[in-house]
Each structure stands twice: as structure tokens, then as C-alpha cells.
């Protein structure tokens, strides 16, 4: 094709192709804990933003290409947020933004917050409510045996203790 058919614009963007984050389409349940860290990354993207404004490099215009997705999502994942207090939870089963203690086969004991699907973080043991562990903790009560399937198969596990964070 002859440059002359090509729009000035579309040379700017040529080879930039940002698509949108995928939007989860689970309910978005939040911990206070959950939603600070949503607003705390909409703040540092919009200062990340500010820095860039100056720079007019392609590659500059790539990353604010980027930045603006991702202040498009995360605007979007508090838009949509439903948040939960742990305060209003009962202390004797397992919901939403509980931390379970459980204790497998071997007498190996791990502990796991149950949290919302922006601020879950295997790491630091906070999964989602979504996750086939969180599925299979969720309603059971301090004594209860649950089945933890996993691709490798399936464990038991039993929960030893339920609490909620203070805030």
C-alpha cells in the first residue's frame, strides 16, 4: 500500500494494540482492606499518568496507552465494588473476609483469608472467594471437614479456627 492511503494518526499508532482488561464477571465483593488498595492504585496510576504527560516518545505513548487501561479498570472494579464488614459477620463460619485456619492429613496447619478477586495474593495467603479452596471453606463451621479438590486431586482438610480482621 502507498503511503499516500495511509492517515498520518494511524502511523502514530501503528503496532500499539492495547486491549481492555477482561472485566471478572463474578460479583465484586470487597474487604475494606480490598477497596483502599483499589483506590490507593487508581492514585499512584493517576500520578504515574501526570509523569508521563511531558514524555511524547512512542514508546511514552504506548505506557499512557497502558496507564489510562488500567485507571479504566480499576475505576471500574470500585464502580462495582460491594463491600463486606467483616464486623458484621458471625464468628462461628466461614464467609467472606474470614481467616481459616485448616489442618490437612499430615497435621500441617495453614492459614488463609478469604478476600475479594483485586486483592487476592497466594503470598500473603489472601484467596479469592472465588477459588476452589474459598468454595470449599465457605459455610463450614470450626471442626467441619471439608474436600479441597485441586488439580493433583483432592485433600481433606479440617478447620481448626475462624476470625475476622479488625479493620
Known amino acids: 500500500m502507498s503511503?499516500?492511503?495511509?492517515?498520518?494518526?494511524?502511523?502514530?499508532?501503528?503496532?500499539?494494540d492495547i486491549p481492555e482488561r477482561s472485566?471478572?464477571?463474578?460479583?465484586?465483593?470487597?474487604t475494606p482492606n480490598g477497596l483502599k488498595i483499589l483506590h490507593q492504585t487508581v492514585t499512584q496510576l493517576e500520578?504515574?499518568?501526570?509523569?508521563?504527560?511531558?514524555?511524547?516518545?512512542?514508546?511514552?505513548?504506548e505506557k499512557k496507552m497502558r496507564i489510562e487501561r488500567e485507571i479504566r479498570y480499576y475505576f471500574s472494579r470500585i464502580?462495582?465494588?460491594?463491600?463486606?464488614?467483616?464486623?458484621?459477620?458471625?464468628?462461628?463460619?466461614?464467609?467472606?473476609?474470614?481467616?481459616?485456619?485448616v489442618e490437612n492429613s499430615n497435621a500441617d496447619t495453614h492459614t488463609?483469608?478469604?478476600?475479594g478477586e483485586d486483592e487476592a495474593d497466594i503470598k500473603l495467603n489472601k484467596i479469592s472467594?472465588?477459588?476452589?479452596l474459598a468454595k470449599a471453606l465457605i459455610g463450614a463451621r470450626i471442626?467441619?471437614?471439608?474436600?479441597?479438590?485441586?488439580p493433583s486431586g483432592v485433600e481433606p482438610l479440617t478447620i481448626?479456627?475462624?476470625?475476622?480482621?479488625?479493620i
Do not use: C
Open 3 to 16: 503511503r499516500a492511503f495511509v492517515k498520518e494518526d494511524d502511523l502514530e499508532h501503528a503496532g500499539i
Open 23 to 30: 472485566i471478572s464477571e463474578e460479583i465484586n465483593y470487597v
Open 47 to 61: 500520578s504515574d499518568r501526570a509523569q508521563s504527560m511531558t514524555d511524547d516518545s512512542p514508546s511514552s505513548k
Open 79 to 101: 464502580e462495582s465494588a460491594i463491600l463486606i464488614d467483616p464486623y458484621q459477620q458471625p464468628n462461628d463460619i466461614v464467609l467472606f473476609s474470614a481467616k481459616v485456619t
Open 112 to 115: 488463609f483469608e478469604i478476600v
Open 129 to 132: 472467594y472465588v477459588s476452589p
Open 143 to 150: 471442626d467441619d471437614e471439608v474436600i479441597w479438590h485441586k
Open 160 to 166: 481448626t479456627d475462624i476470625t475476622y480482621p479488625n
